[in-house]
């Protein structure tokens, strides 16, 4: 995971870009190590980290709630396959049948800054 985390911060700083550039994190163990912080520190990259467990942060992790809340909760299934098939079938209707829930759920209401670019690697 280290070697992956080192690449995605080479990859970042080939692209040249003309802003400072800030990665954020969920705080993972392997994202604080000495080598992480030492190669986005000499690449010039500034690591910003979410606090510790905060899962109403992350939007995935918000979603999974809502998968375990309906697929998992007071559920059983016979088999192995039938659980998995649950859980594709209520994540294949995330746009139509439970798009009303999630709409609510999965929304960015944070705290925004101005004059940030975005961008995707």
């Not at 690449?7 to 003309?18: E, F």
């Not at 992350?58 to 192995?80: G, Q, T």
């Amino acid at each position: 995971m280290y070697r992956y985390i080192e690449l995605t911060l080479v990859k970042l700083a080939k692209l040249s870009l003309q802003v400072p550039i800030t990665l954020v994190l969920d705080n993972a163990r392997y994202q604080r190590c000495a080598l992480v912080q030492s190669v986005a520190n000499s690449l010039g990259i500034e690591l910003l980290y979410l606090p510790p467990y905060s899962p109403n942060l992350n939007l995935i992790e918000r979603l999974w709630k809502f998968v375990k809340k309906h697929c998992l909760y007071s559920k059983y299934y016979a088999d192995f396959t039938a659980f998995t098939h649950a859980i594709e079938d209520c994540l294949a209707n995330t746009h139509t049948t439970h798009k009303q829930a999630l709409s609510s759920l999965l929304t960015f209401n944070f705290q925004s800054f101005k004059k940030v670019q975005s961008l995707t690697v």
